[in-house]
């Protein structure tokens, strides 16, 4: 909403907002566009604006929300709003998908920006390469990520149907948010939509959704990528130190060789693909190398927050594939070191609908420690599922443990951990701010 409040300033819009537990960066973006913002959540608060714009994480019964509609004024949600934006915009680039999304928006973004063609960029992470989770720039080119979730508590369309997408690319699909789709059924009917709502080019990973079987009825010119025999296809994967090199080729036709500073088949994949939507938007091979060499990654992406003997790294990853695959990772760029994995699970609904899927993500760490579960927007689900149930689950892996809180973990830690030891922190939320205090803790020894 904060990238978005800025974007909107930058065309010419008067913005003003309020939101409750605001914390940085998006409070910086606020101030650095001279966005006034309220702390808290009242009536009073709406005033008397033109539009009003929702953010999905308001639910029926906020205060402002029940002055809202008592008031008539006109309203949005936040993808409806996008559309407002960008109404006529020459090429609208949406990356969909359950993984990678912040990641390949923000590459995509970045290969278009180092091509010249000064595109609008909005991201559900900070991107390290904007130093923002957003880029100014024209109404024509618009690249976003679209996500299947709710538009808001009034509107349950998936956010991604608004978008009206020129070209795409669906870099997953799996059962995700149980909130929402309690089946595996009703979540492939929001990316079927997402498919047959791009007019032009999807780019789909093969790798992830043939297991599904995916059906994707579509209009536009569809490619599939990965690292198996696809129309755009990465091989001679081969690691140096901390760079990533890889051999790319479109219908077995060699494009080039990419290098990139990230580690993962996952990010692999993701490079591929937008690899391929910007080669369909006619930006030369040699740009797009460059862009991707250059790129850094977002936050809480495999973030490496300290890296003196001992290694840190912040991660987003909540889901079990994201887990497994980031641990994966780790395990390969640090070979024969310690490997931890503290990870505070995200929402009851999805644990609960998930369970069966922890029973082997945290294979690949030599030691797992499970926090308390965040409820995020389901403080009232309580009881549903615990973290022990996940500890339970993945009883086979031979050093796992609950701890509940951030000051109990950060405690095992200091009185555990041994040099050149690797700790990966999975979380959604800033999980205590342990993986600072861990490196705080280690730089005074």
């Known amino acids: 909403m904060s990238a978005l409040a800025c974007v909107a300033k930058d065309f010419g819009y008067h913005i003003t907002g309020s939101d409750e537990n605001a914390y940085p960066p998006a409070t910086t973006y606020l101030e650095s566009s001279k966005i006034t913002w309220i702390s808290g959540h009242k009536p009073e608060n709406i005033g008397h604006p033109d539009l009003v714009v929702l953010g999905n994480h308001i639910r029926q019964g906020n205060p402002e929300l029940e002055a809202l509609l008592e008031s008539k004024i006109p309203f949005v949600s936040y993808p409806q709003m996008v559309r407002l934006l960008f109404p006529n915009a020459k090429y609208r680039l949406v990356v969909a998908g359950t993984h990678g999304k912040s990641t390949t928006t923000s590459l995509l973004g970045w290969i278009l920006t180092q091509a010249g063609l000064n595109p609008t960029v909005l991201i559900g992470a900070q991107s390290k390469n904007f130093n923002s989770s957003f880029r100014l720039g024209s109404k024509e080119i618009l690249v976003i990520e679209g996500d299947e979730y709710t538009s808001s508590c009034l509107d349950n369309t998936p956010k991604f149907l608004y978008y009206e997408p020129t070209h795409a690319i669906l870099t997953s699909a799996e059962l995700d948010h149980m909130d929402v789709f309690n089946t595996w059924e009703k979540q492939a009917t929001a990316f079927t939509s997402f498919a047959k709502s791009v007019s032009q080019m999807l780019i789909v990973c093969g790798d992830t959704l043939n297991g599904n079987k995916l059906s994707l009825p579509t209009k536009a010119k569809v490619e599939k990528y990965g690292l198996g025999e696809f129309d755009w296809q990465a091989t001679n994967i081969h690691f ?5 090199k890889f051999d790319v080729s479109h219908h077995e036709k060699l494009l080039g060789t990419f290098s990139m500073h990230l580690s993962g088949k996952h990010y692999i994949q993701d490079s591929l693909s937008a690899i391929a939507l910007a080669h369909h938007t006619d930006i030369p091979t040699h740009i797009i190398q460059k862009s991707l060499l250059t790129f850094k990654g977002v936050g809480k992406r495999f973030e490496v927050v300290y890296d003196k003997g001992i290694t840190i790294i ?13 641990l994966e990772a780790a395990s390969s760029r640090y070979p024969s070191r310690r490997l931890w994995a503290i990870y505070e699970p995200h929402t009851f609904t999805r644990v609960k609908g998930l369970l069966p899927q922890f029973a082997h993500c945290f294979d690949p760490a030599d030691i797992a420690i499970i926090a308390d579960i965040m409820p995020a927007r ?25 701890l509940a809180t951030p000051d109990e973990i950060l405690a095992y830690l200091k009185q555990n951990l041994k040099p050149n030891d690797v700790f990966v922190f999975m979380s959604v939320g800033k999980f205590g701010d342990l993986p600072k205090k861990l490196s705080e803790f280690i730089t005074i020894q």
């Not at 140096?240 to 990533?244: A, E, F, Q, V």
């Not at 339970?392 to 050093?399: L, Q, S, V």
Request: aromatic fraction near 4%.
């Open 240 to 244: 140096s130190g901390k760079l990533t």
């Open 314 to 326: 912040d991660d987003y990853a909540h889901h079990p594939t994201a887990i497994k695959v980031t």
């Open 378 to 402: 389901e403080k009232a689900l309580t009881g549903l599922v615990h973290s022990r149930d996940i500890v339970a689950t993945a009883k086979n892996h031979p050093d796992i443990h609950y």
